[in-house]
Nanobody, 127 residues
Framework: VQLQASGGGLVQAGDSLTLSCAGSGRTFSYYAMGWFRQAPGKEREFVAAISWNGASTDYADSVKGRFTISRDSSKNSVYLQMNSLKPEDTAVYYC?????????????????????WGQGTQVTVSS
């Protein structure tokens, strides 16, 4: 089972970027998915999550109104549209897939509810 994140890069403040995460080896259609990030010297933090059916989403206050999470179950994928990027958004971004105990789960910021993690993609925002 793998989650492959992509789409990171170096952008300027105010720019937009879209991250993608494709799952393989297991269907994530019935599980919540999320995005987390970790900046240098800081702990990993929640960014956004989406319910198994896409009907509900949740965001960290720091990204609310700027980031949008979405999913395409036919592609076993989740996306993170990031607008109005700020230097403080610089981090490695990780996608996560819900654990088997949370089938049909809603969006959650709790990292322990995700059993599968991507390798991370670097996002760097210059000022």
């Amino acid at each position: 089972v793998q989650l492959q994140a992509s789409g990171g890069g170096l952008v300027q403040a105010g720019d937009s970027l879209t991250l993608s995460c494709a799952g393989s080896g297991r269907t994530f259609s019935y599980y919540a998915m999320g995005w987390f990030r970790q900046a240098p010297g800081k702990e990993r933090e929640f960014v956004a999550a989406i319910s198994w059916n896409g009907a509900s989403t949740d965001y960290a206050d720091s990204v609310k109104g700027r980031f949008t999470i979405s999913r395409d179950s036919s592609k076993n994928s989740v996306y993170l549209q990031m607008n109005s990027l700020k230097p403080e958004d610089t981090a490695v971004y990780y996608c996560a897939g819900g654990g088997v105990r949370y089938r049909l789960g809603g969006p959650t910021y709790r990292s322990e509810r995700y059993d599968y993690w991507g390798q991370g993609t670097q996002v760097t925002v210059s000022s």
